[in-house]
């Protein structure tokens, strides 16, 4: 399959669109907690700030260029913020899913503007999102998804297994691996949500391939 030809899925904001950023709990659902090479270290310390929520520099001055002003905890440092309340532990992005621009902040120089979904999921309050991508990408990072091993027993994937696996119903959705070539499979604990999202993906996939056709 050529790259345009392996665009079509990557139109959809996928668990494959996110970072590292939920430190509150793991993708594989462990409790939160910070960790070092997988193994339970310590709680994380009580912080006036969770990843996702949205907050102001007091500083009027600070800007990101070229951004809207919205802002956003992407990640927090615990184990140094854990040592030092004062250490710019707080990672911000006007992009919360992608943060391809970002700087640190110590809690003194931030403002509270809205609690994020993290908060919401963790206090029982509702959550909101702009597509079932992102909401898959959120629930992915809350370990409410689980992989799935391809029909030789591997977890890795080619695109073309794997969407023809969504297809069949067989998995929801994917995220590209951590290393080398392929993909993951997944499948989301809420059924409902694994539903809407492998529609959406077969849908955009419908959508790509009639708009190739008719350029041809």
Request: include cysteine; hydrophobic fraction near 30%; glycine fraction near 8%.
């Amino acid at each position: 399959m050529s790259n345009s030809e392996s665009s079509n899925i990557d139109k959809i904001e996928t668990p494959e669109k996110i970072i590292d950023i939920v430190g509150r709990r793991d993708p594989l659902g462990q409790k939160p907690g910070i960790y070092e090479d997988g193994k339970f270290i310590e709680d994380l310390p009580e912080t006036p700030f969770w990843e996702g929520d949205k907050v102001k520099v007091k500083d009027k001055s600070f800007k990101f260029e070229d951004y809207p002003k919205d802002i956003f905890i992407i990640r927090i440092d615990y184990k140094s913020l854990g040592k030092n309340a004062k250490y710019p532990a707080y990672c911000i992005s006007p992009d919360f899913y992608a943060g391809s621009s970002f700087t640190n902040r110590s809690e003194d120089e931030l403002e509270l503007v809205e609690r994020g979904n993290v908060w919401k999921f963790h206090h029982g309050q509702p959550l909101e999102f702009k597509d079932v991508g992102e909401e898959a990408a959120f629930f992915y990072m809350q370990g409410q998804a689980e992989q799935v091993k391809n029909p030789d027993g591997e977890y890795i994937w080619s695109k073309e297994a794997v969407m023809e696996a969504i297809k069949k119903g067989i998995v929801d959705g994917f995220q590209p691996a951590k290393f080398g070539d392929g993909f993951i499979a997944l499948c989301f604990k809420d059924s409902n949500l694994g539903k809407r999202l492998s529609t959406a993906i077969i849908e955009e996939d419908k959508k790509f391939k009639k708009q190739q056709s008719n350029s041809q």
